[in-house]
């Protein structure tokens, strides 16, 4: 900082020490020795008369009425009374973090869920799987089952009246290469007389006994 | 720190402390020990009665509930200052920062027991405070109005002392330009601070 031009050092000294001296809080040297200075100092002397006028203007009371009891009483109310609107967002803000909160738990508590249902699913379909390892057992197959393959050009009538004239029903299939698993209807039937009626049967390209098969 | 001033200071923290166990009556103590004051400091920033009035009430309501927070390191005078400098700001940014002019201003709330030399200085004052910025009357009247030093100036404004110290010269050489000179002499000085 520079102090304005055409001033000694000990009228910046003065200038500085000013408003302390009329607030009354220099240091009583600092106070005796801008009285001294003041003294033959015509312009600093201007200058403090000019600044114990400010000093003075500015501890007038303020020209604006407010009424300390009336606001006094308001302020009192206000401390009755709920807690302003404005006080809101310091306290919102943790509810606003409890919402956020909830939110997220709701969240992850649907994906649990969600993940527990898969899961569940997955779990039954693993009982029955689509495949079969050496070292199980084969599916038990019932008794007189006969693998058949109907001709292309077979129509699903012909092929549901064969079935009921010979007392048969369909328990698998069609497989990759069309065959059908059936078995007789009653256990007591001749499976050999049927097996000799399907081979005899127009439409009817092969017809195996299951049990024979390797 | 001169002794009025300490014992000042002793009562406003006995005050505060009886305010902290919700003690009302030392609420309303301390509100009417501080009102003058603080409505001639918000004067500064505002003309509207109504603002000053909402400001005083938002810096007690702050003081009552922060009572028992109040850790010494200032005054207290110096602590209560400064949530009303704050809070001031805040409600200049919520009803705008442009003061009612002094014409708005009815000639009968002026008080009538006001003498002429003090009318006559409240003239000349505000010819020199119109030119200020509302940083350069707030320090103004902290140090002229109220006798606050830097330091405490600097607490309220929470700024460095440094910065105070330049708004105080810049407000000083200014009105010295501004004001009228009591000798009749012409202004002499320039500012010269970056």
């Known amino acids: 900082m520079t102090f304005p031009m055409n001033t000694s050092q000990d009228c910046l000294r003065a200038w500085e020490a000013m408003p302390w001296v009329l607030q009354d809080s220099a240091t009583q040297e600092q106070s005796e020795w801008l009285k001294n200075h003041l003294a033959h100092c015509e312009s600093c002397r201007a200058e403090f008369a000019q600044q114990t006028r400010l000093r003075r203007a500015m501890s007038l009371p303020s020209d604006i009425p407010v009424d300390a009891n009336a606001g006094l009483n308001r302020l009192l109310s206000r401390l009755d009374a709920p807690m302003p609107q404005e006080s809101l967002p310091f306290r919102s803000r943790p509810r606003s973090g409890n919402w956020l909160a909830r939110a997220m738990v709701a969240a992850v508590l649907i994906q649990a869920i969600g993940i527990g249902v898969l899961g569940a699913k997955l779990l039954s379909t693993g009982n029955s799987p689509a495949y079969r390892t050496l070292s199980q057992e084969p599916s038990p197959v019932a008794s007189g089952a006969i693998r058949v393959v109907p001709d292309a050009n077979m129509t699903l009538t012909d092929w549901n009246a064969l079935l009921?004239?010979?007392?048969l029903?369909?328990?698998?299939?069609?497989?990759?290469v069309g065959a059908y698993t059936v078995v007789p209807a009653r256990s007591n039937s001749a499976t050999q007389h049927t097996l000799q009626k399907l081979r005899g049967t127009?439409?009817?390209?092969?017809?195996e006994p299951v049990a024979s098969t390797p | 720190m001169n002794e009025a001033d300490l014992n000042a200071d002793?009562?406003?923290?006995?005050?505060?402390?009886?305010?902290?166990?919700?003690?009302r009556v030392a609420l309303a103590t301390l509100y009417h020990s501080y009102h003058g004051r603080l409505c001639r400091f918000l004067a500064r920033l505002t003309r509207r009665a109504d603002v000053i009035e909402e400001v005083i009430n938002d810096c007690f309501l702050v003081t009552w509930q922060k009572a028992g927070d109040f850790r010494g390191?200032?005054?207290?005078?110096?602590?209560?200052?400064?949530?009303?400098?704050?809070?001031?700001?805040k409600a200049l940014r919520q009803h705008g920062d442009e003061p009612v002019e002094d014409d708005a201003v009815p000639e009968e709330r002026i008080p009538s027991t006001d003498p002429d030399e003090d009318r006559e200085l409240r003239d000349w004052l505000g010819k020199g405070l119109d030119r200020?910025?509302?940083d350069q009357r707030v320090v103004i009247e902290l140090v002229y109005g109220v006798g606050h030093t830097l330091e405490d100036v600097a607490t309220i404004m929470q700024c460095p002392v440094g910065t105070v110290k330049a708004r105080l010269f810049h407000a000083r050489v200014k009105l010295r330009n501004v004001?009228?000179?009591?000798?009749?002499?012409?202004?002499i000085y320039k500012e010269n601070v970056p």
């Open chain 1, 202 to 207: 127009r439409g009817i390209q092969l017809a």
């Open chain 2, 73 to 89: 390191d200032s005054r207290v005078s110096t602590w209560i200052m400064g949530i009303a400098y704050r809070c001031g700001l």
């Open chain 2, 179 to 187: 004001l009228p000179a009591l000798a009749g002499e012409s202004p």
């Open chain 2, 132 to 134: 200020l910025s509302a």
């Open chain 1, 169 to 176: 029903q369909v328990v698998g299939g069609p497989n990759d």
């Open chain 2, 10 to 23: 002793v009562a406003d923290r006995m005050l505060l402390q009886r305010m902290s166990a919700g003690d």
């Open chain 1, 164 to 167: 009921h004239s010979l007392q």
